[in-house]
T-cell receptor, first 115, second 108 residues
Framework: DGGITQSPKYLFRKEGQNVTLSCEQNLNHDAMYWYRQDPGQGLRLIYYSQIVNDFQKGDIAEGYSVSREKKESFPLTVTSAQKNPTAFYLC??????????????FGPGTRLTVT | EDQVTQSPEALRLQEGESSSLNCSYTVSGLRGLFWYRQDPGKGPEFLFTLYSAGEEKEKERLKATLTKKESFLHITAPKPEDSATYLCAGQGAQKLVFGQGTRLTINP
């Protein structure tokens, strides 16, 4: 089955620790995205990548970092500089970033809790 | 700045009671209006894409429509399994702008 996998489903960390969230896709999509979702708010874009070894900041990139060394993988690191890291994190992919349709496919999400 | 606003925030209906969810948008050069369904603790699931005013798409009990300023998701004779959060998003030049969602509850 083609799709997007995120691991782990739940993640707990102590304040001050960096943590990396995994995202893998086997859809052969060029573009990948990371979103953050908080209760009562829409999805907010953290980072996106159009191609291997290239990525751009989204609307709320501060305190996060990403890499795109392989087409299939787009890990997100939540650093200790992120002031409110507790949230539900969603990874998505699409065939491309630009064009007439940006239909994005989403993974199951990772719920991160930092105490 | 591109913006998408959904209303109401929450809607509770009885099974079989039809209604509509609203998505108002101001997205420069809109290239598509997307509807997603999201169940608690899961990722959004794609429902529809609308490209131009006047376009309509249907899937089971759901019908999405689009005007130049807003989109509606009409739900006809809903069932309890239609309970979910429904998200809409407008596609701008390079990214999707999401609304905050409408949490729909269908009581049996």
């Amino acid at each position: 089955d083609g799709g997007i996998t995120q691991s782990p489903k739940y993640l707990f960390r102590k304040e001050g620790q960096n943590v990396t969230l995994s995202c893998e896709q086997n859809l052969n999509h060029d573009a990948m995205y990371w979103y953050r979702q908080d209760p009562g708010q829409g999805l907010r874009l953290i980072y996106y990548s159009q191609i291997v070894n290239d990525f751009q900041k989204g609307d709320i990139a501060e305190g996060y970092s990403v890499s795109r060394e392989k087409k299939e993988s787009f890990p997100l690191t939540v650093t200790s500089a992120q002031k409110n890291p507790t949230a539900f994190y969603l990874c998505a992919s699409s065939i491309k970033v630009t064009g007439t349709s940006l239909k994005q496919y989403f993974g199951p999400g990772t719920r991160l809790t930092v105490t | 700045e591109d913006q998408v606003t959904q209303s109401p925030e929450a809607l509770r209906l009885q099974e079989g009671e039809s209604s509509s969810l609203n998505c108002s948008y101001t997205v420069s050069g809109l290239r598509g209006l997307f509807w997603y369904r999201q169940d608690p603790g899961k990722g959004p699931e794609f429902l529809f894409t609308l490209y131009s005013a006047g376009e309509e798409k249907e899937k089971e009990r759901l019908k999405a429509t689009l005007t130049k300023k807003e989109s509606f998701l009409h739900i006809t004779a809903p069932k309890p399994e239609d309970s979910a959060t429904y998200l809409c998003a407008g596609q701008g030049a390079q990214k999707l702008v999401f609304g905050q969602g409408t949490r729909l509850t269908i009581n049996p």
